[in-house]
């Protein structure tokens, strides 16, 4: 593990990244951001969907400079009396798992329907990209809003779990475009190459031929967007949860709690916005610099 850690930052990809502040700067962010969100159970002060441990006494309190906040809560407590601080790993926590999800979810789709049609060409690569023009032609917000709503109208009741397979499913038919229109172009390219050509030659299936030949060739662009993609995700789930249709009450993720705190920023409890807000700003940012460094780094023209 230390050996290909080690032989990881001797190569062009580890020297760019050690030669790049801007991309220290944004690993740093993003771990403590990933670190605090995997381990909240065990790291947070306090656990803000435990009942028993909330004071509605302590709601709404300030942030522990102020004089009339508490040295318990560092950034404040909302209307429920719930830790700020614990809310947010906790809000964390829940963004990341629906964001990474759905990224993992669209990019499956997409680099197979792009290798298909790549590969294939002919009235499967026709349809296939109309099918990409016609997803492209509605707004990706907008999607997302009808399928999490017809989702909640036909499971009202659902479990947890449903609700979160709705809210992932929504963010991923929006993704998955991206990802078949650029593996698609790249397939067009690698399917006539030697190596393919050769592999054919031998009685090599197709299948076989995508999956073991060309899928590697093809997925320098796919890592790249699907870093950005992250970012995009989270960002879209947020947007999903402030506007009433992401995950549930129960479960607040960071959009929950930007929507919860914005009911309260005009009459002066504004650090139960403003620090989700800038939470999910630091996430979304150190992603998109994160991606910005990668698609740099392995595209030697942009250096």
Not at 52 to 67: F, I, K, Q, V
Not at 73 to 80: A, I, S, W
Request: some cysteine; charged content about 15%; aromatic content about 10%.
């Amino acid at each position: 593990m230390i050996k290909q850690i080690s032989r990881w930052f001797d190569s062009d990809i580890g020297y760019s990244f050690r030669t790049s502040p801007v991309a220290i700067a944004a690993a740093i962010v993003g771990a403590i951001c990933l670190f605090c969100a995997v381990f909240a159970p065990w790291i947070a002060p306090h656990n803000p969907y435990d009942l028993s441990t909330l004071e509605l006494s302590d709601a709404r309190l300030p942030p522990a400079w102020y004089p009339e906040g508490s040295s318990k809560y560092l950034l404040g407590t909302d209307e429920q009396g719930r830790d700020i601080v614990s809310t947010l790993m906790y809000g964390a926590r829940i963004s990341l798992v629906v964001g990474v999800a759905s990224v993992l979810l669209s990019m499956l789709v997409g680099v197979t329907l792009g290798l298909i049609a790549g590969f294939r060409g002919g009235w499967v690569d026709a349809f296939l990209m109309r099918l990409c023009d016609v997803m492209l032609s509605f707004p990706a917000i907008l999607v997302a809003l009808l399928i999490a709503g017809v989702g909640r109208a036909l499971f009202p009741d659902a479990h947890t779990t449903v609700a979160f397979g709705v809210l992932i499913l929504a963010i991923s038919l929006t993704k998955w475009v991206d990802y078949a229109r650029t593996v698609r172009g790249s397939t067009l390219v690698e399917r006539n190459k030697e190596y393919v050509q050769a592999a054919r030659v031998t009685g090599v299936s197709p299948l076989r031929i995508m999956r073991k030949h060309v899928l590697p060739n093809v997925l320098g662009p796919v890592f790249v967007i699907s870093t950005i993609q992250v970012a995009t995700a989270i960002i879209t789930e947020a947007t999903l949860s402030f506007l009433g249709v992401g995950v549930p009450p129960t479960s607040p993720s960071l959009g929950t709690l930007i929507s919860n705190g914005n009911q309260f920023l005009f009459s002066g409890e504004w650090w139960m916005t403003v620090f989700p807000g800038i939470t999910l700003v630091l996430i979304a940012l150190s992603v998109n610099l994160l991606g910005d460094w990668l698609r740099d780094a392995l595209n030697p023209r942009l250096r």
